[in-house]
């Protein structure tokens, strides 16, 4: 017997029962003897996620080695997916927009990772430059905009209306100027 029928509604429930809690209302819960077991399989040994780092960078990273071992293989696996796995960005690109974010929180750390794997992607020192100074760029005319308190939806209209013209232009300009 399917009890939520959708996806929707099974993001839902957990929403109703705590409404039903907040507001005093009691809810039937199915005996967990009824629901299905799931088997699943244990987590790598730190020895073997140290194996496949080593695999990886050659070694083990030190802050990885102060990561408890609850948690180890599962940050290792999230870490390789993200940061390794490709994906509609391609690497090169996430590493120049991940330098770029770090360089606007001022992460060092993030700042020397991010640099480092850009270039192992094939980013060139005039793209890393370029990624900086366009968050330089960015974070400057957030601080203005948010400082000045433009009125947020005036200002997406007129973005809406520069885009809509650039894109007339383009067509245009593509149609041999007609």
Known sequence: MKIWPD????????????????????????????????????????????????????????????????????EWQLFKT??????????????LIGLAVSAATRCQYCIAYHTEVAKLHGATEAEIEDAVHYAKSSMGWSTYLNGMQIDLDQFREEVRGAVDFARQQAAKAAAGGR
């Open 7 to 74: 996806r929707r509604t099974a993001l839902a429930a957990p929403l109703l029962l705590a409404l039903g809690a907040a507001l005093g209302v009691a809810t039937a819960r199915t005996p967990a003897a009824a629901a299905p077991a799931v088997q699943e399989a244990p987590a790598p040994s730190r020895d073997e996620v140290y194996r496949d780092m080593e695999a990886m960078f050659g070694g083990v990273p030190s802050f990885f080695r102060l990561v408890p071992d609850s948690s180890l293989a599962l």
């Open 82 to 95: 993200v940061q390794f796995e490709p994906g509609p960005v391609p690497n090169k690109y996430r590493e």
